[in-house]
């Protein structure tokens, strides 16, 4: 018969790895973010040139060219996305050396541009500096 040892008092017990957040959890969202910024960006810009075209002939037929906005923030929302599908490859670098400080200060104005050019890859990009800060965050006593 063996006995389990008493539980020592006043010993924190060491976080488990279900309470720490996961380094491949980042990889993974972040390579997500990746590929949906790419996928955005071309859908946006073909977008874009279907509404300047809308734009074109509305102005063609004398109705006037409402469609201009919406053509417009297609064209920066593509722009958007394919500048952060050009920078998440140094995201995925720093999570990979657990640089997760200079991941999170860098992090957060793309998950702002990205949330409000076509919300998806700003709300991955949300969660990851969610984790990254979890990460930073001193463990519970």
């Given amino acids: 018969m063996s006995a389990t040892p008493p539980a020592a008092v006043g010993v924190a017990a060491a976080p488990t790895e279900a309470s720490a957040p996961?380094?491949?959890?980042?990889?993974?969202?972040?390579?997500?973010?990746?590929?949906?910024?790419?996928?955005?960006?071309?859908?946006?810009g073909l977008l874009a040139l279907l509404f300047l075209a809308f734009t074109i002939l509305d102005v063609v037929l004398g109705r006037g060219a409402g469609?201009?906005?919406?053509?417009?923030?297609?064209?920066?929302?593509?722009a958007v996305n394919y500048l952060l599908w050009r920078e998440l490859p140094r995201f995925?670098?720093?999570?990979?050396?657990?640089?997760?400080?200079?991941?999170?200060d860098q992090l957060l104005v793309w998950a702002i541009l990205g949330v409000i050019f076509f919300l998806?890859?700003?709300?991955?990009?949300?969660?990851?500096?969610?984790?990254?800060?979890?990460?930073?965050?001193p463990?519970?006593?």
């Fill in 92 to 104: 995925q670098r720093l999570a990979a050396d657990r640089m997760y400080r200079a991941l999170r």
């Fill in 67 to 78: 469609a201009i906005v919406v053509a417009v923030y297609c064209l920066l929302s593509a």
């Fill in 22 to 44: 996961s380094d491949e959890s980042i990889r993974v969202l972040l390579s997500i973010s990746k590929s949906f910024a790419l996928l955005i960006a071309i859908l946006a």
């Fill in 139 to 141: 463990p519970p006593s």
């Fill in 120 to 137: 998806l890859v700003g709300a991955l990009l949300l969660v990851v500096w969610v984790k990254a800060e979890l990460h930073l965050a």
